[in-house]
T-cell receptor, first 114, second 112 residues
Framework: ETGVTQTPRHLVMGMTNKKSLKCEQH?????MYWYKQSAKKPLELMFV???????ENNSVPSRFSPECPNSSHLFLHLHTLQPEDSALYLC?????????????FGSGTRLTVV | GEDVEQSLFLSVREGDSSVINCTYT??????LYWYKQEPGAGLQLLTY?????DMKQDQRLTVLLNKKDKHLSLRIADTQTGDSAIYFC????????????FGTGTKLQVIP
């Protein structure tokens, strides 16, 4: 158990569907992140939340919509995705945005868009 | 912008030492990390080193930092089959919010 839990582990969705990815941490961390991991590409930072406030949106298309209702939970709402959005979506947390001691990652959600 | 480069693949025999290399371009990098990703899992922080250090050792892991050449390496002694995974190098720099840049990862295959 890594301390960061992501659900579902796998998701297949059509291009017209709406779905949500969930991330939960009980480490007492104040910063949470969404990353996209595609084959043979560096991890792409999508969104950063610090104390439930979005502090960074890395030019992500509006078909991805994050939500952070409290410091323990982070969601990624998906709608009208494209096949190229198929990837592993990783959630991570850290003590705070200035923490230098690295991130704790979840196991990810493997998303396939058909 | 910042860039972190790694070779894609490394194959070693069980019991040998593995050395995974990484180069980075940001001269202001202050913190450097190694993460491990096993199949079907997220990234797990293995170790980190600050730029004022040349070396850090933690059991079977040795991290070497050459700041002049912007080169970081991870040595795994007595490599085991359980070490088979993808290893990511990452860097960030000080000054306000941390922005971490990851490499593409090196897939380590350990042959029994």
């Amino acid at each position: 158990e890594t301390g960061v839990t992501q659900t579902p582990r796998h998701l297949v969705m059509g291009m017209t569907n709406k779905k949500s990815l969930k991330c939960e941490q009980h480490l007492g961390h104040n910063a949470m992140y969404w990353y996209k991991q595609s084959a043979k590409k560096p991890l792409e930072l999508m969104f950063v939340y610090s104390l439930e406030e979005r502090v960074e949106n890395n030019s992500v298309p509006s078909r991805f919509s994050p939500e952070c209702p409290n410091s323990s939970h982070l969601f990624l709402h998906l709608h009208t995705l494209q096949p190229e959005d198929s990837a592993l979506y990783l959630c991570a947390s850290s003590q705070d945005r200035t923490s230098v001691y690295g991130y704790t990652f979840g196991s990810g959600t493997r998303l396939t868009v058909v | 912008g910042e860039d972190v480069e790694q070779s894609l693949f490394l194959s070693v025999r069980e019991g040998d030492s593995s050395v995974i290399n990484c180069t980075y371009t940001d001269s202001s990098s202050t913190y450097l990390y190694w993460y491990k990703q096993e199949p079907g899992a997220g990234l797990q922080l293995l170790t980190y080193i600050f730029s004022n250090m040349d070396m850090k050792q933690d059991q079977r892991l040795t991290v070497l930092l050459n700041k002049k050449d912007k080169h970081l390496s991870l040595r795994i002694a007595d490599t085991q089959t359980g070490d088979s995974a993808i290893y990511f190098c990452a860097e960030s720099h000080s000054g306000g919010y941390q922005k971490v840049t990851f490499g593409t990862g090196t897939k380590l295959q350990v042959i029994p």
